[in-house]
Nanobody, 123 residues
Framework: QLQLVESGGGLVQPGGSLRLSCAAS????????MGWYRQAPGNQRELVAS???????NYADSVKGRFTISRDNAKNAVYLQMNSLKPEDTAVYYC?????????????????WGTGTTVTVSL
């Protein structure tokens, strides 16, 4: 089994910063794409940021210039540095990875999700 464990959520004031972490554990052959999604109450889950195995990043327009995604392949981990947080960033943040547990998995990988960590931006 492959599991994703997130950490780093919490309550922060507007303008503040948080750093989310997500580490994969279990049987891992390779990890392709890593990313962070979020879901606010009443809204659909949306992509926040993603990073490919080669390091190419992609950000939602709403977070460009404020959030930075990075990965540590040796630790099977992905991070999201969030600066200049706004109340509209309040959501449950989910870690996402496209990974292969064994060489017999599909070449591109299989989607895995964390259970989510809550970020609340409020006075």
């Amino acid at each position: 089994q492959l599991q994703l464990v997130e950490s780093g959520g919490g309550l922060v004031q507007p303008g503040g910063s948080l750093r989310l972490s997500c580490a994969a554990s279990g049987t891992i052959f390779s990890i392709n794409r890593m990313g962070w999604y979020r879901q606010a109450p009443g809204n659909q889950r949306e992509l926040v940021a993603s990073i490919t195995g080669g390091g190419t990043t992609n950000y939602a327009d709403s977070v460009k210039g404020r959030f930075t995604i990075s990965r540590d392949n040796a630790k099977n981990a992905v991070y999201l540095q969030m600066n200049s947080l706004k109340p509209e960033d309040t959501a449950v943040y989910y870690c996402h990875m496209v990974a292969r547990r064994t060489i017999f998995d599909p070449a591109y990988g299989i989607n895995y999700w964390g259970t989510g960590t809550t970020v609340t931006v409020s006075l």
